[in-house]
T-cell receptor, first 111, second 115 residues
Framework: DAKTTQPPSMDCAEGRAANLPCNHS???????VYWYRQIHSQGPQYIIH???NNETNEMASLIITEDRKSSTLILPHATLRDTAVYYC????????????FGKGTHLIIQP | NAGVTQTPKFRILKIGQSMTLQCTQD?????MYWYRQDPGMGLKLIYY???????DKGEVPNGYNVSRSTTEDFPLRLELAAPSQTSVYFC??????????????FGAGTRLSVL
């Protein structure tokens, strides 16, 4: 799996869009970008994933650069409940051997 | 649906004691996983299973054993507890689809202290 790099922490004002960057410059063609988050020591929660195209669901949007070397997770209207550690993971499709979690980005939503 | 259920939520062990962390899922997922998370760190894979009767080691399997006799259950066994096994343990499951790794669903975790 490709190594990902994320800033250790970020702040965002409540109600604003939170943009979380992730660098995955060594990603290979069959690797997807997945985002999970972990709220205060709860189990991680899936947010969104993508391969090449931008993706949107009810929780967030994922923007992947054309060269696929980086991506941005966007929480459009951050709330206090979005305070969590966010993990960006690059992983090949079709495998079953678990996910590699780094230290992630601790996102703090300020009131 | 309950999803992935882990018991117990908390446990304190003495060095050398044994215990089993229970994990059960009601989503009929074929894949199940055990991770551990040390303070301030990401999750590390201990063991995983692709179906009943099939298990394989992850990144940090030493000191642990697993079994998978049913689709629903994937218990993690600690035989001789050591302080280095103090951690939070998460169980997860997924329904793998061809060509794309499926979403993993996590339990609430078991917080284990070995003293």
């Amino acid at each position: 799996d490709a190594k990902t790099t994320q800033p250790p922490s970020m702040d965002c004002a409540e109600g604003r869009a939170a943009n979380l960057p992730c660098n995955h410059s060594t990603i290979s063609g069959n690797e997807y970008v997945y985002w999970y988050r972990q709220i205060h020591s709860q189990g991680p929660q899936y947010i969104i994933h993508g391969l090449k195209n931008n993706e949107t669901n009810e929780m967030a949007s994922l923007i992947i650069t054309e060269d696929r070397k980086s991506s941005t997770l966007i929480l459009p209207h951050a709330t206090l409940r979005d305070t969590a550690v966010y993990y960006c993971i690059a992983v090949a499709g079709g495998g079953a051997d678990g996910l590699t979690f780094g230290k992630g980005t601790h996102l703090i939503i300020q009131p | 649906n309950a999803g992935v259920t882990q018991t117990p939520k908390f446990r304190i062990l003495k060095i050398g004691q044994s215990m089993t962390l229970q994990c059960t899922q009601d989503m009929n997922h074929n894949y199940m996983y055990w991770y551990r998370q040390d303070p301030g760190m990401g999750l590390k894979l201990i063991y995983y299973s692709v179906g009943a009767g099939i298990t394989d080691k992850g990144e940090v399997p030493n000191g642990y054993n697993v079994s998978r006799s049913t689709t629903e259950d994937f218990p993690l066994r600690l035989e001789l507890a050591a302080p280095s096994q103090t951690s939070v343990y998460f169980c997860a499951s997924s329904l793998l689809m061809t060509g794309e790794r499926d979403i993993q669903y996590f339990g609430a975790g078991t917080r284990l202290s070995v003293l």
